[in-house]
C-alpha cells in the first residue's frame, strides 16, 4: 500500500483569507478516476496538498475514499496509486459477497486503524441508513453537529475504513455494511449515493447552518465522475439482466446527482460554485460504475484532467 511520505514537492503555503472553501466529490465506483484527474491539476495548481487549501471535504461512494484520504493528508498521486492497485480488482469480482470482501480488503488496507478524530480538515462521509432510509453522514467535528452536541462523538465512534466501505456498498452488487457506534448500536448502511450522490447540499448546509458561515464568504468545487454513453450488453441472458440491472442503479445515482445540483442551483444560487463533470458522448468512452478494464480507467483520469483545463481560470480565482 503506499503510504504518506515524509518529502514532497507541494510545499506552496496559502495565507488565510476568510474564505470558507469546500471541495465535493460524487460517487460513481469506478469512474472516480475521473476525478483523480480533476484533483490532479487542481493540487498542482495550488502546490500543496488539497487539505491545506478546502476547509470542508464531502465525499459519497468512490468520492467518499478519496475525500477521506485527502483529509488524512493524501496526495493525489498516492491515492492514484491505490485506486490503479484496488480498485479494477474489487469490480471485476463476480458476486455481491466477492465484491463485498474484496471492498472491505480495500478498506482495512488502505484506512487500517485510521479514525475521524485523525482528519486534518473538515470531513462528510455520506451513508444511507437501510432500515430507516435517512442519510447517516460520518464527521470529525463536533462543530459540524446539527443537534446532539452532548453525545457528539467524531464518525460515530466508528473507523474510517468502516465508514467509507459503507458508503461505497452499492446493493444489491455489494452486501449491506453493518457498523457499531461508540454507543454500541449497531446500523446496518448502503451506498450514500441513494440520498446524495452528489453530496454537495450536505456539505453547504453543515458551512451554513452548523458551521455558521456567511454565504458570501463560501466557494464551492463540486467534482463529478462525468457522464458517458452506456456500454452493450453481452449476448448470454444472464449477462444481458446483469447489464440491465447495473445500468438502472446507474440511472438511478446520475437522477439523484443532476436533482441534488437543481436544488443547489436554487436553494444557494448565491454561493458560488464550480461544477465538473462533463458529458463524454464518443461510443469509445462508454463505461459504467463497474469498469474495471484499466485502460479505460486510465482514460477516465485524462478527460478529468482535460476538464479541469476549462475551468483553470476560474478555479484558480476561487483558490488562490
Avoid at 483520469?301 to 478555479?315: D, I, M, P, T, V
Wanted: net charge neutral; aromatic share 8%; proline share 3%.
Amino acid at each position: 500500500m503506499t503510504e504518506i511520505t515524509t518529502v514532497s514537492s507541494l510545499t506552496a503555503e496559502h495565507q488565510s483569507d476568510g474564505v470558507f472553501r469546500i471541495l465535493s466529490l460524487d460517487g460513481g465506483g469506478a469512474k472516480g478516476f475521473y476525478t483523480l484527474g480533476v484533483l490532479k491539476e487542481i493540487e498542482a495548481m495550488l502546490g500543496c496538498p488539497l487539505y491545506k487549501r478546502f476547509d470542508l471535504v464531502f465525499g459519497t461512494s468512490t468520492g467518499a475514499i478519496i475525500a477521506s484520504l485527502i483529509a488524512l493528508g493524501y496526495e493525489v498521486d498516492q491515492i492514484h496509486d491505490l485506486y490503479k492497485e484496488h480498485v479494477p480488482r474489487v469490480m471485476a469480482q463476480k458476486s455481491p459477497a466477492a465484491k463485498t470482501a474484496a471492498l472491505s480488503s480495500l478498506a482495512k488496507q488502505v484506512f487500517k486503524e485510521k479514525t475521524f478524530e485523525d482528519v486534518m480538515t473538515g470531513i462528510g462521509v455520506v451513508t444511507t441508513r437501510w432500515m430507516t432510509e435517512r442519510p447517516m453522514i460520518f464527521k470529525g467535528k463536533v462543530a459540524q453537529a446539527h443537534g446532539r452536541v452532548g453525545t457528539f462523538k467524531p464518525g460515530f465512534g466508528v473507523s474510517v475504513a468502516d465508514a467509507v466501505q459503507a458508503s461505497c456498498s452499492a446493493y444489491p452488487f455489494f452486501e449491506r455494511k453493518i457498523v457499531t457506534t461508540a454507543a454500541g448500536d449497531k446500523v446496518e448502511l448502503i451506498d450514500g449515493g441513494y440520498c446524495a450522490n452528489n453530496p454537495t447540499l450536505y456539505a453547504i448546509a453543515d458551512a451554513v447552518v452548523a458551521l455558521k458561515k456567511e454565504r458570501k464568504d463560501i466557494r464551492v468545487v463540486s467534482v463529478g465522475v462525468g457522464v458517458y454513453p452506456e456500454p452493450k450488453p453481452g449476448f448470454l441472458m444472464w449477462v444481458a439482466k446483469k447489464w440491465l440491472a447495473v445500468q438502472l442503479l446507474q440511472k438511478t445515482l446520475e437522477i439523484n446527482t443532476q436533482s441534488m445540483d437543481q436544488l443547489r442551483e436554487i436553494l444557494f444560487k448565491d454561493i458560488e460554485t464550480i461544477r465538473i463533470s462533463d458529458t463524454f458522448e464518443r461510443p469509445e468512452m462508454a463505461t459504467d460504475l463497474m469498469e474495471h478494464n484499466v485502460d479505460k480507467l486510465n482514460v477516465l483520469r485524462q478527460r478529468g484532467s482535460e476538464s479541469f483545463a476549462s475551468r483553470e481560470k476560474q478555479l484558480r480565482n476561487f483558490l488562490i
